[in-house]
């Protein structure tokens, strides 16, 4: 199963909630859905995330894939 952390980046970034988050990542240019950040946020279908959303948050976060989502073999 794919784990995503997001919750643990916005965390570290002490973004609070999805919404600031969206308002971040649109100061930055870098649009993403609420809904589409809700999903991903609560682990709904991530295997149905598409890659441009995925890598807007790769920039946004400045981090690699590997740090904004795991692989839980439980």
């Known amino acids: 199963m ?3 952390r997001l ?3 916005m965390a570290e970034r002490d973004i609070r909630s999805v919404a600031e988050l969206a308002r971040q990542l649109e100061d930055k ?3 993403i859905s ?3 950040l809700q999903r991903i946020y609560h682990h709904d279908n991530l295997e149905k995330t598409r890659l441009e959303t995925i890598i807007k948050l790769a920039v946004f976060f400045n981090c690699e894939l ?3 989502f795991v692989w839980d073999t439980k």
């Open 34 to 36: 609420r809904q589409a």
């Open 66 to 68: 590997k740090d904004l």
């Open 7 to 9: 919750n643990i980046l």
């Open 2 to 4: 794919i784990k995503c």
């Open 29 to 31: 240019n870098l649009y």
